[in-house]
């Protein structure tokens, strides 16, 4: 907790350096919010021991009680606080890490490598739980929706379903070619591959039965399913993407790029289909209903993985640029570029909203942790930038402030009486 406290200082120093050059955030928090956290935060003071207590234990009782805030207050919170990702954890592996998943809750990190190897390990302490050999590279990892089955999707040319609680190996699937890419449907009924067989395929995950196959004119890289199951998009080195109707295997949309389509992924609302391409290095933001193109992202080199976060306002793309980066989904701007020493080969982001993780020619897997995700966090970094710097969020100074002095006179809850 102590090595988080000074990261968000050194954090909040340079938030404060960039208000000296200028930089000023582009919402200001409404008094009232301001008011409403203050009160809030005087509330959880008033039962600390001491003024010592609070900053010799911050992350205990303060932090934990700010979560009590109503819901919408916390959305409205973390709307005015710019994100902040900080380094929680690298996992090495013996070679280049080529897919990473978190389970449904993102307790659990599932990664596969050119070691021959697919991991899981967990996301709080980068702990490997089970190593799962395989005969060649493990090109594709992906969690079932129900967090009991990992897939894996393989160079040597099977598809696997393995319990996830044992690493035990419930079905191989041939394919008679590279499996680049495994996904499950969200009822964890069906799972999907891409091949270098130039097809998909649509699963059974019970039996490994297969129900469709769809021919494509190139590999295919990358499957993904819609929030709802109903379709299938596909990335392909025909240079399309392609979105399937999952019940019967017929291409609703085929979606032209300007080379090979590495990667392609559902925002978790329905409303969007994010791709990743080869040769014209970017990524593309498309209305799922009618392929039509939003945005379209310059990266400069291939973009080799794409995953949106649970509330579908950011993508995340690994590209051969050596570089992770987190972009707004409404406008296409890129917030956050994260270097690398290699290629990103493939990005995700926890469902909880908390943790980023990457995978890289550099033999690392890596979790990022988003401070300003977790509410305990936000409340913390607003307290911390208001000691730092006044210019920085005046009002909410001036709250604050309030709130530490009624602590000390033991009425802030008569100071803030409704």
């Given at each position: 907790m102590k090595?988080?406290?000074?990261?968000?200082?050194?954090?909040?120093?340079?938030g404060a350096q960039a208000m000296e050059?200028?930089?000023?955030?582009?919402?200001q928090m409404p008094v009232s919010l301001e008011r409403q956290c203050a009160k809030k935060i005087a509330e959880v003071l008033i039962s600390q021991d001491s003024m010592d207590a609070l900053h010799a234990n911050t992350g205990n009782d303060f932090t934990k009680d700010a979560l009590s805030l109503p819901e919408g207050l916390q959305n409205t919170i973390r709307s005015y606080m710019p994100q902040q990702w900080a380094e929680h954890a690298v996992v090495k592996h013996d070679r280049y890490v080529l897919s990473v998943a978190f389970s449904p809750y993102g307790e659990l990190l599932a990664t596969g490598s050119r070691d021959k190897n697919a991991r899981i390990i967990k996301t709080a302490t980068g702990e490997e739980l089970h190593t799962i050999k395989?005969?060649?590279?493990?090109?594709s990892v992906a969690f079932s929706p129900d967090g009991e089955l990992l897939a894996t999707g393989s160079k040597d040319k099977n598809a696997r379903i393995i319990k996830a609680a044992t690493g035990e190996e419930l079905h191989k699937i041939e394919h008679g070619d590279w499996v680049r890419s495994v996904a499950f449907s969200p009822d964890s009924e069906l799972?999907?591959?891409?091949?270098?067989?130039?097809?998909?395929?649509?699963i059974k995950t019970a039996t490994g039965e297969e129900l469709h196959k769809i021919e494509h004119d190139g590999l295919v890289l990358s499957v993904a399913f819609s929030p709802y199951g109903e379709l299938l998009a596909t990335?392909?080195?025909?240079?399309?993407a392609r979105i399937i109707k999952t019940a019967t295997g017929v291409v609703l949309h085929k979606i032209k790029h300007d080379g090979g389509v590495q990667s392609v992924a559902f925002s978790p609302d329905g409303e969007l289909l994010a791709t990743?391409?080869?040769?014209?290095e970017?990524?593309?933001i498309i209305k799922t209903a009618t392929g039509v193109v939003l945005h379209k992202i310059e990266h400069g080199d291939s973009v080799r993985s794409v995953a949106f976060s649970p509330d579908s306002e950011l993508l995340a793309t690994g590209s051969s640029d050596n570089n992770a980066r987190i972009i707004k989904t409404v406008t296409g701007a890129v917030l956050h570029k994260i270097k690398h020493d290699g290629f990103v080969f493939s990005v995700a982001f926890?469902?909880?909203?908390?943790?980023?993780?990457?995978?890289s020619e550099d033999t690392n897997a890596r979790i990022y942790a988003c401070l300003t995700n977790n509410l305990k966090n936000a409340v913390l970094i607003a307290y911390l930038r208001s000691c730092q710097d006044s210019k920085h969020q005046p009002n909410m100074r001036g709250w604050l402030l309030e709130a530490f002095r009624a602590y000390r006179h033991q009425n802030a809850l008569k100071m803030y009486k409704d």
């Open positions: 090595r988080i406290i000074t990261m968000m200082l050194i954090l909040s120093a340079a050059h200028g930089q000023r955030y582009p919402n395989h005969g060649d590279w493990v090109l799972f999907a591959t891409g091949s270098y067989g130039n097809n998909a395929r649509i990335a392909s080195y025909d240079d399309n990743g391409s080869l040769y014209d970017s990524a593309r926890s469902p909880d909203n908390e943790w980023l993780a990457t995978g």
